[in-house]
Structure formats: structure tokens, C-alpha cells
């Protein structure tokens, strides 16, 4: 069985404060790693993904994420947020051959002025 | 890329009462996929649709509660059957796109289920 862990369900940052929102995962063989952003009555957005090669991976609004195999996280981080990235994030995993999506249970990012 | 429209986007229903909502794939594509979020929560897979076959579904998922229709590779439906209060949720379809190489989900914008 594979899963997905995001320990902090909300997380408050002021406005141009670098934030990091923590992603850990269990699975017996190899992985994809997602991270999707939700805002406010919206449906899902890819963020950025791992399939293979670096392990540091860039994608829209200024997010990166790092996977880390020997600790099995896929951490997300931006240097500096701004008010428009107060909305619900989640992390995801599929394996290799078998698309479907595994999601953790998301976090709440709330911007503060 | 794909674009996902569902519809509809959202409804109030009376409990004993059933809702098919319809997702639709601005390209033809092998695989759809129908979630559930219920308030607060993640997303829950509740099945897999591939056209011409049966929809494969998940644990704690049952074809005469949620029957999915897959007709053609741009069109998928999902119905609510029998509801009740604890089928409100948000119902997503997505799909895949890409290689082994380029792989991503895209999701479709949510129907927001309300159950009285």
C-alpha cells in the first residue's frame, strides 16, 4: 500500500515570507510526485511534478520541491508568497505503470498582510 | 494539454434523488478518472473509466451506488445514485495526458453536490 503524509493541515505566512509545506510518502516501489494547488472554489492545478532525473524540480507561480528519497519527502518551498497564494494545497503520488493519484490530505496556505 | 468542462457545476438535491454529471475532454484520451472531496477533505478515487470496457472502481465503491458511463474517448459521466446528506461532496473527473516521460493529470473544475 502506498500513502501520502502532509503533516501541517493549515500554515500561516506573512506576505513575502519564504514558506515550505512538508510532503512525506510511503510506497514499496518506485514513484511520481505530484503537487496540485486548489484555490478557492476551483478545481485542481499542477503545480510542478518528480518523474525522474533531478531531484530538484521547478514549476509555476515561483514554486520548487525537492524529492528526497532516503527521506521519502517531496517538500514544496517559494522564497517569497504573495497574497494570491492563499489556497489549499495537496501532494500526490502514482507509481510507475499505474496511473492513478494517491493524495494526502492537503494544506490550507493562508497569506497574512 | 487537455481542457476539462464538467456540468453541472453545481446542484442542490433531495436525498432518494440521482444526479449524472458530465465530464467532457477537449481531446480524445484512454483513461478517466472520477473523484470525490468531501468537505474539507482530500480527494478519494472512485473509479477508473476506460472506453469500451467496464469502469474499474475502489474499495468502498460499488457500480449501483456511482454507474459511469464511458461512450467515447471524449466523454465520461458519473451518476449519484440514491443520495443522501453524505454524498455531499465535490465530484472531479480527470485525465491523463502525456508519455512515460511527460506524465500529468489534468483535472476538470469540480461539481459542487449539495444533499438535503
Known amino acids: 500500500a502506498q500513502s501520502v503524509t502532509q503533516l501541517d493541515s493549515q500554515v500561516p505566512v506573512f506576505e513575502e515570507a519564504p514558506v515550505e509545506l512538508r510532503c512525506n510518502y510511503s510506497?514499496?516501489?518506485?514513484?511520481?510526485l505530484f503537487w496540485y494547488v486548489q484555490y478557492p472554489n476551483q478545481g485542481l492545478q499542477l503545480l510542478l511534478k518528480?518523474?525522474?532525473?533531478?531531484?530538484l524540480v521547478k514549476g509555476i507561480n515561483g514554486f520548487e520541491a525537492e524529492f528526497n528519497k532516503s527521506q521519502t519527502s517531496f517538500h514544496l518551498r517559494k522564497p517569497s508568497v504573495h497574497i494570491s497564494d492563499t489556497a489549499e494545497y495537496f501532494c500526490a503520488l502514482s507509481n510507475f505503470g499505474n496511473e492513478k493519484l494517491t493524495f494526502g490530505t492537503g494544506t490550507r496556505l493562508t497569506i497574512i498582510p | 494539454s487537455a481542457v476539462i468542462s464538467q456540468k453541472p457545476s453545481r446542484d442542490i438535491c433531495q436525498r432518494g434523488t440521482s444526479l449524472t454529471i458530465q465530464c467532457q475532454v477537449d481531446s480524445q484520451v484512454t483513461m478517466m478518472f472520477w473523484y470525490r472531496q468531501q468537505p474539507g477533505q482530500s480527494l478519494t478515487l472512485i473509479a477508473t473509466?476506460?472506453?469500451?470496457?467496464?469502469?474499474?472502481?475502489e474499495s468502498g465503491f460499488v457500480i449501483d451506488k456511482f454507474p459511469i458511463s464511458r461512450p467515447n474517448l471524449t466523454f465520461s459521466t458519473l451518476t449519484v445514485s440514491n443520495m443522501s446528506p453524505e454524498d455531499s461532496s465535490i465530484y472531479l473527473c480527470s485525465v491523463e495526458s502525456g508519455t512515460e516521460f511527460s506524465y500529468e493529470q489534468y483535472f476538470g473544475p469540480g461539481t459542487r453536490l449539495t444533499v438535503t
Open positions: 473509466a476506460n472506453q469500451g470496457s467496464e469502469a474499474t472502481y
Open positions: 518528480y518523474l525522474s532525473g533531478s531531484t
Open positions: 510506497s514499496s516501489v518506485s514513484v511520481y
